[in-house]
């Protein structure tokens, strides 16, 4: 977490957030006692939200500005969440299912099959139909095929996991991308396509 955040949590005289999970079982690990608390109660605590959600700070604010709500409200950022970090939730999910449910761990590469192949026509479906929040849902059901099937592999004689996955795409990217992460001079679409194509043929090559 931020040091401001840091700070604020140890100088409070109360400490409460909106739900368990691991940022809270964090900040206890630190040594700050924490409640669990569904919304601030008083004006002299430290209240921390559910991550990513800063609705309840708008709606705050308005009903300080409307006369609806005394104290003051200082709002302070506890850190900040790169792009990608709520993987790491999906594949902690994926992991426990895996293990404590019966019907997620008889899976097989195999018998998931026709899930990935539904799932695929469904995205395909809502990038035709236009809707953006569906788009967003059915992208989210193939990703899970993709830590599903990786979650299995791991388990395999010769395991690879979705770490490997992820690696594997992005060391591909940097690779086939030259004139971003490289020296080439390819600029136009074309030559970045033919680029493409080039690196691909040498990596089947080799």
Avoid at 154 to 169: F, T
Wanted: glycine share 6%.
């Amino acid at each position: 977490m931020s040091a401001a955040a840091w700070d604020a949590l140890r100088a409070a005289r109360r400490v409460a957030a909106a739900e368990e999970g691991p940022h809270v079982d964090a900040i206890r690990a630190a040594g700050v006692t924490v409640e669990i608390e569904s919304s601030p109660t008083s004006d002299d605590m430290v209240w921390i939200p559910v991550p990513g959600d800063a609705g309840w700070a708008r709606q705050w604010a308005g009903d300080l500005l409307d006369g609806n709500a005394t104290g003051e409200l200082e709002v302070i950022t506890g850190s900040y969440d790169p792009a990608g970090a709520r993987f790491l939730d999906l594949a902690e999910v994926m992991r426990r299912l895996r293990r404590d449910c019966a019907w997620t761990r008889e899976q097989t590469n195999e018998s998931l099959a026709p899930y990935l192949s539904e799932e695929s026509q469904e995205v395909l479906e809502a990038i035709e139909s236009g809707d953006r929040e569906h788009l967003r849902e059915e992208l989210g059901d193939l990703l899970l095929q993709v830590v599903f099937h990786a979650e299995i592999a791991r388990e395999d004689s010769e395991p690879w996991d979705v770490d490997d996955v992820v690696a594997g795409i992005t060391e591909k990217l940097i690779r086939r991308n030259p004139h971003v992460f490289g020296d080439s001079d390819a600029t136009t679409i074309d030559e970045i396509a033919a680029q493409w194509e080039r690196i691909k043929a040498e990596e089947k090559r080799g």
